[in-house]
């Protein structure tokens, strides 16, 4: 039980999800946080056709206001957008443009999470959507630099 609760608790996944990746790993719980991360990954894919109409706009000022950025993410429901996971994902979507000036979407999922080097930021929001269990997409963005 004590497992269960951690894992939930580190990973935001639905507790039968914690039961079923501590079950399948035999209680080890390095092993049942790979299973999830596997299962979350499997899970966006899934998901990746799917509609989305609903989402957050997010602006971000950095160094005494001489760098901004301004993003458009979306998701499947106005529920999720409203959650404290998806608005989190879009603030540090914003700060990651601010900070290393992506040519485009794509290239912006390419590169290191800031604040994670180990970490992409494709895999920041797979794992949004493995935790919310809807589609994300990064639809645009524009940042803002004095003098560029």
């Known amino acids: 039980m004590k497992l269960l609760?951690?894992?939930?608790?580190?990973?935001?996944?639905?507790?039968a999800d914690c039961r079923k990746a501590l079950e399948?790993?035999?209680n080890d719980y390095k092993k049942a946080l790979d299973w999830v991360c596997?299962?979350?990954?499997e899970k966006a894919a899934k998901k990746a056709d799917r509609e989305t109409?609903?989402?957050l706009v997010e602006s971000y000022i950095h160094q005494n206001g001489r760098v901004g950025a301004l993003v458009e993410v979306s998701c499947e429901t106005d529920f999720?957008?409203?959650t404290d996971i998806f608005k989190n994902l879009v603030h540090e979507i914003c700060m990651q443009i601010a900070?290393?000036?992506?040519?485009d979407v794509?290239?912006?999922l390419e590169q290191e999470y800031i604040r994670d080097g180990s970490r992409k930021m494709g895999d920041l929001?797979?794992?949004?959507?493995a935790k919310l269990g809807e589609n994300i997409v990064i639809k645009r963005f524009q940042r803002f630099e004095i003098g560029e």
Do not use: D, H, W, Y
Request: charged letters at 30%; zero cysteines; aromatic letters at 0%.
């Open 125 to 129: 929001v797979k794992e949004a959507i």
């Open 106 to 108: 794509k290239a912006l």
């Open 80 to 82: 999720v957008a409203r």
């Open 99 to 103: 900070a290393m000036n992506p040519k």
């Open 5 to 15: 609760k951690q894992l939930r608790l580190e990973t935001s996944v639905s507790i």
């Open 38 to 41: 596997k299962n979350g990954l």
């Open 53 to 55: 109409p609903q989402g």
């Open 24 to 26: 399948e790993s035999k």
